[in-house]
Nanobody, 120 residues
């Protein structure tokens, strides 16, 4: 059983930056696809970014060029560096892990979520 714990959320002004972390325990972290998804109030959960076990990353068009996902297998941690934040980035951000590929739904493991609020 893998546990995922997110941290780093908070309140930031538009144009600012935040870095989210997701610490994993209880599994073979390096073998998992890891990703971030988000859900804004009244909206469905959406894909943000994923990184494969081999380090290949994919981004949603809405965050491409502003967000960077990375992983440190020695620390069992995945990071999301968020730059040039916009009010529309406001959401609860979830970390997810999957043995195959992180998707918007039905991943093997989920974190509890961390709130990111971007003020205008």
């Amino acid at each position: 059983q893998v546990q995922l714990v997110e941290s780093g959320g908070g309140l930031v002004q538009a144009g600012g930056s935040l870095r989210l972390s997701c610490a994993a325990s209880g599994g073979t972290f390096s073998s998992y696809s890891m990703g971030w998804l988000r859900q804004a109030p009244g909206k469905e959960r959406e894909f943000v970014t994923i990184i494969s076990s081999g380090g290949v990353s994919t981004y949603a068009d809405s965050v491409k060029g502003r967000f960077i996902i990375s992983r440190d297998n020695a620390k069992n941690t995945v990071y999301l560096q968020m730059n040039s934040l916009k009010p529309e980035d406001t959401a609860v951000y979830y970390c997810a892990a999957d043995r195959l590929r992180v998707r918007t739904t039905h991943n093997d493991y989920w974190g509890q979520g961390t709130q990111v609020t971007v003020s205008s």
